[in-house]
């Protein structure tokens, strides 16, 4: 359980009596991506850096693969794990290659092993190391300096990744993009990732389970998002998912392949492993009741109709409250 993250009863108070975490516990299980989210003043960015320590907390104890990470050096507990900011936080002076290289430098490693791991790492963010490698930071776009940023946090292939609302001060179609490659990359490396974000949204197109948290560090509820949307635990949750609570599930669940029909009447296709949202969607595009659902190589699975859909729906929220 190399990346096993466990928070017991933890607290941070400030001078004057602030509080910014009230008891929070919580754990994450290795190669999960938990996502905290909430207001501001919630506690989310306080509770991400007392996991490296860049803050202490007032109380309580935080484990990291069962070692009370309180009890570590601080900056030895940081270099084992990766961590990207909003701004990357990149050396305007460095070029990408290195940055990439800042880790894999401190700790040692000798000029060919660092290449290596340099090249397959901008390769992994989708940045091609002969075309990037020795530009500045300034001579790209925001979308590949934060694909740096996360390069970087991966330079000595660490078990944990903390981030900071990496994909906050980028465009929206930016975003998108970003998400997608972090959920690839996250596909490929599987990492114990601690993601902080203020967009619901993308807390459940990224997370395993959310934390959400209130003002004052209040944890209202740790959940999967399927059953985050489906069971709110507070009237505070579910006013913070919005009215449309119903429609961002359908973006969690996807398609049943037992409920499709053998037949083929035609009509869009959709992959066997989209979210009935997307089906969904699908079909009033192309206004019709059912899509044809195929596999990696285009086979064809079965159709799926709109009534299917409702009941898939109906049966997982059935489940939930099991």
């Not at 397959?120 to 790209?140: H, M, T």
Request: glycine letters at 10%; hydrophobic letters at 40%; a neutral charge.
């Amino acid at each position: 359980m190399e990346g096993l993250i466990r928070l017991d009863h933890v607290r941070k108070e400030y001078p004057g009596g602030q509080m910014a975490v009230h008891d929070l516990s919580l754990e994450i299980a290795d190669g999960e991506t938990a996502m905290l989210v909430g207001p501001s003043g919630c506690g989310k960015t306080t509770s991400l850096k007392m996991i490296n320590r860049l803050i202490e907390p007032s109380s309580g104890h935080i484990y990291v693969d069962g070692h009370d990470v309180l009890g570590e050096d601080p900056v030895r507990l940081r270099l084992r794990m990766g961590y990207v900011i909003q701004q990357t936080g990149l050396f305007p002076h460095m070029t990408i290659g290195d940055n990439v290289a800042t880790v894999p430098r401190i700790l040692g490693w000798d000029r060919q092993r660092t290449r290596r791991r340099v090249d397959e790492l901008l390769e992994l963010v989708g940045l091609d190391p002969k075309r990037y490698a020795r530009r500045y930071p300034a001579q790209l776009s925001g979308g590949q300096r934060q694909r740096v940023g996360v390069a970087r946090a991966l330079g000595a292939d660490p078990p944990i990744l903390l981030m900071d609302e990496p994909f906050g001060a980028v465009d929206r179609v930016t975003r998108d993009r970003l998400q997608d490659e972090f959920l690839r990359i996250q596909r490929e490396t599987r990492k114990t990732i601690v993601f902080v974000t203020h967009d619901i949204d993308e807390a459940i197109k990224l997370g395993d389970r959310i934390a959400l948290l209130r003002e004052g560090g209040y944890l209202e509820q740790y959940d999967t998002p399927a059953r985050l949307l489906g069971r709110p635990a507070t009237p505070f949750v579910e006013q913070f998912l919005g009215p449309d609570r119903a429609e961002k599930r359908l973006a969690v669940l996807r398609i049943d392949l037992a409920r499709l029909e053998p037949q083929d009447g035609g009509g869009p296709v959709v992959p066997g492993d989209a979210t009935l949202s997307q089906a969904l969607s699908a079909m009033l595009l192309a206004d019709t009741d059912r899509v044809r659902v195929v596999d990696g190589d285009g086979r064809f699975l079965g159709q799926l109709s709109v009534t299917a859909i409702f009941r898939s729906a109906a049966e997982s929220r059935r489940e939930e409250r099991v």
